[in-house]
């Protein structure tokens, strides 16, 4: 069974950063690509950023040169690190997987900037 267990979430003051983690049980190698994705109060859940298995990286053009995107196959983890937080970053940010047709989903750390 998959699952997705995501921390690293919490309040920051614009400007700053914080460093998300997405422990996955399962076989990562099993997973064509992982990412994060985030949803803000009254907005559709986005794209934030996506790893595949070849290390092939993928950035929402709002956070392109903020937010890395990394993953430890050896740890079984899928990071983001942001930094230059701004208000708009906040958001609930939730882990992904895809295994072929199939998605997998964390219950998502929430992440608030203040101004």
């Known amino acids: 069974q998959v699952r997705l267990v995501e921390s690293g979430g919490g309040l920051v003051e614009a400007g700053g950063s914080l460093r998300l983690s997405c422990a996955v049980s399962?076989?990562?190698?099993?997973?064509?690509?992982m990412g994060w994705y985030r949803q803000a109060p009254g907005k559709q859940r986005e794209s934030v950023a996506v790893?595949?298995?070849?290390?092939?990286?993928n950035y929402a053009h709002s956070v392109k040169g903020r937010f890395t995107i990394s993953r430890d196959d050896a740890k079984n983890t899928v990071a983001l690190q942001m930094n230059n937080l701004k208000p708009d970053d906040t958001a609930v940010y939730y882990c992904?997987?895809?295994?072929?047709?199939?998605?997998?989903w964390g219950r998502g750390t929430q992440v608030t900037v203040s101004s």
């Open positions: 992904h997987a895809a295994s072929g047709p199939l998605n997998y």
């Open positions: 399962g076989d990562m190698f099993s997973f064509n690509a």
């Open positions: 790893i595949t298995g070849g290390g092939t990286t």
